[in-house]
């Protein structure tokens, strides 16, 4: 059997042209127009790249784009009245930091400090808890990426076995805790887990967040499973460029999985496309106003 493969470039334009057309509707209806800011400190070159990325999808979907940049040297103090300023900012409905942050900021300081409502990468603890208590919040853009692919090619995740291999906060819980919500039956794995192959095999849906290139073989997938590969691995080809992997080994999986997410053009693309999502539902919760159906 060869598995389906989940577009998630075609389901992120989606999502995109959705969150565009909801713009439009605010502006003409509300004369509100949604802002995202994002904040980089320091010239790593992929969150360089990343914060292009996301200012570039922000103005195509018709928003409002700032980016402020801070020299690699920023203290802390200068990140949070960074942050302040932007909490205050009636124009900005969403912000922003863009992660790693340098060593002599404390990032849990800084992301405490976003106003909860404009939080659109989800990770403040309000919004954690707000999300694991079923209240509404704002969900972070990968986990919820992955999630609507899920919805998307399952339906109703109710009941299934659902293993998630990564604990991280910005992915492996906030994923779980999505999960559950959905009513799987969810199983959090982690790099002390004992006989992984085997608690994958239990898997209806298997979302890997690990940071580890193709560790998860074929013969760990239970036949018909879906895969949600979160992982981007860069690796070394034999020409000396590099070449992008996930954390499951996907020629293999593919032939075992009843679908699965690629890696590039998976996950990754969900995850900006969310981000606009988020910046919309911000900008109406702020505004007060139910999100346009379009
Ligand atoms: P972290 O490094 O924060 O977390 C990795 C998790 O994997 C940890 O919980 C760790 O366990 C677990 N782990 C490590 N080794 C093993 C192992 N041998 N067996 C089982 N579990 C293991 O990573 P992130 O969650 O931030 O990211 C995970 C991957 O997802 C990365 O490749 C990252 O690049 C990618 N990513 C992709 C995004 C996208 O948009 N597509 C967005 C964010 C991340 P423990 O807690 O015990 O250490």
Redesign the pocket.
């Known amino acids: 059997m060869t598995a389906t493969i989940i577009d998630g470039k075609a389901f992120s334009a989606r999502v995109r042209a959705e969150a565009g057309r909801k713009v439009m509707v605010l502006k003409e209806q509300h004369d509100l127009t949604p802002g995202l800011a994002v904040v980089l400190v320091g010239e790593d070159p992929a969150s360089q790249v990343y914060v292009r990325n996301k200012g570039k999808a922000t103005v195509e979907a018709g928003m409002k784009s700032e980016e402020i940049r801070l020299d690699v040297t920023a203290t802390e103090q200068e990140v949070l009245d960074v942050v302040h300023r932007l909490n205050a900012d009636p124009t900005i409905h969403g912000i922003l930091v863009q992660l790693p942050l340098p060593k002599q900021v404390d990032e849990m300081a800084v992301l405490d400090a976003i106003d909860p409502m404009k939080d659109v990468d989800g990770f403040h603890v309000i919004n954690t808890g707000r999300q694991a208590v079923g209240l509404p919040a704002m969900v972070p853009c990968?986990p919820l990426g992955c999630l609507m692919m899920l919805k998307d090619t399952l339906g109703d995740l109710s009941g299934l076995n659902a293993v998630v291999?990564?604990?991280?906060n910005?992915?492996?819980k906030p994923m779980a805790s999505l999960l559950l919500s959905e009513n799987c039956t969810v199983t959090i794995?982690?790099?002390?887990?004992r006989d992984?192959p085997a608690v994958c095999r239990g898997a209806d849906i298997l979302v890997a967040?690990?940071?580890?290139p193709e560790?998860i073989r074929g013969d760990w997938v239970k036949p018909g499973a879906t895969v949600i590969d979160?992982?981007?691995?860069r690796i070394p080809k034999e020409d000396g460029k590099t070449r992008l992997v996930g954390?499951v080994c996907f020629d293999e999986a593919v032939e075992v999985a009843g679908a699965i997410t690629p890696v590039p053009g998976g996950?990754?693309p969900m995850?900006i496309a969310c981000l606009l999502a988020n910046t919309v539902t911000a900008a109406c919760r702020q505004a007060g106003i139910d999100e346009p159906e379009v």
Request: charged share 15%.
């Open positions: 990968t291999v990564g604990r991280s910005i992915v492996g794995a982690h790099s002390r887990t992984l967040a690990v940071g580890r560790m979160v992982g981007i691995n954390d996950v990754g995850t």
